[in-house]
């Protein structure tokens, strides 16, 4: 049967929905359409498939075999009539117009001072907010609207539903501490890092569960004193005025150490690498946020000039 011109882009919206929400209510809240109207749909396209793209149930709606190899065409048929409209939208606009970018907190201090001044002048008149938080509390929010684009890790299949995630770079965690410290220009061992006060990640945090198991990994925990915090600047100056040990992800410290304020102990860190990327909603496309994440590429690849 020739379906061009049977299958229409609502039957499509609707089908990705219901396979992303795994759910028919939540997609038709999404979709702001009734339940019914959603199910009606997803009937019409069951039938004009010939076949069922959806096992639904009391407990949600699962994509079939036949679905999941459907839903990856869909996906990109949506995601590109999506991205046509917003450019659409986004050639009427005047140059006085916002983005919203959310960023964890480490990844922030690393690529946005350079990336914010390139935006400037690709757009003199774009106003920008940024949100810093916690992966998880950004992804919600890009999930919610809230967010145009976010810096952030890949997150579980069901999270990651509808977003798309572009490796910018992975780093692994760095002990460091200001040039007088007692540890500074020693063999410096885990014990003897505890012995001072540490500076960590907030809890839940990808970068405070590897410094949990690495410190388990040595038969330790975090010793009494320590500071829990997603501030990157409060972390910094801590450690650059006490004896504190600054346990970040090893891009963090950079500036700092290429500037003699902070010096790395060398400690093995291995198997705490983590990935950072961009990561879009095609809900949110626009030219604008074409340009942010190119300049996120750049950054990540550490080819912006400020």
């Not at 009937?43 to 999941?68: I, S, W």
């Not at 949506?78 to 983005?99: K, P, R």
């Not at 809890?203 to 004193?225: I, K, M, Q, S």
Request: charged share 20%; hydrophobic share 45%.
């Amino acid at each position: 049967m020739d379906l061009h011109g049977r299958i229409r882009l609502r039957h499509l919206t609707c089908f990705v929905a219901v396979a992303h929400e795994r759910h028919v209510g939540r997609a038709a809240e999404r979709l702001h359409l009734s339940q019914p109207a959603v199910t009606k749909t997803i009937n019409e396209l069951e039938l004009l498939a010939g076949m069922k793209l959806l096992d639904r149930g009391r407990h949600g709606a699962v994509p079939t075999a036949a679905g999941e190899r459907f839903l990856d065409h869909a996906e990109r048929v949506v995601q590109a009539f999506d991205t046509a409209v917003a450019g659409l939208a986004g050639a009427g606009e005047s140059e006085h117009a916002t983005v919203r970018i959310g960023a964890l907190p480490s990844a922030a201090s690393v690529l946005l001072p350079e990336v914010l001044g390139e935006l400037r002048a690709q757009h003199p008149e774009l106003d920008v907010r940024l949100r810093t938080a916690t992966n998880t509390e950004l992804l919600a929010a890009l999930r919610a609207g809230d967010v145009d684009v976010m810096i952030g890790r890949m997150s579980d299949p069901d999270t990651m539903a509808g977003l798309s995630f572009e490796l910018l770079y992975a780093e692994a965690l760095a002990f460091v501490v200001r040039p007088g410290h007692p540890l500074a220009g020693t063999r410096a061992t885990f014990p003897a890092m505890c012995e001072y006060p540490l500076v960590v990640g907030a809890a839940g945090t990808v970068p405070r569960h590897h410094t949990d198991v690495l410190l388990r990994r040595h038969g330790l925990e975090l010793p009494p004193g320590t500071v829990e915090t997603l501030d990157v600047a409060v972390a910094a100056a801590y450690a650059r005025e006490s004896d504190a040990v600054w346990v970040a992800p090893e891009r963090v410290p950079g500036r700092d150490i290429a500037d003699g304020r902070l010096t790395r102990l060398p400690v093995d860190t291995v198997g705490t690498a983590e990935t950072i990327g961009v990561i879009r909603s095609a809900a949110a496309a626009s030219a604008i946020v074409d340009d942010v994440a190119a300049l996120l590429r750049r950054a990540g690849h550490g080819t912006v000039s400020a």
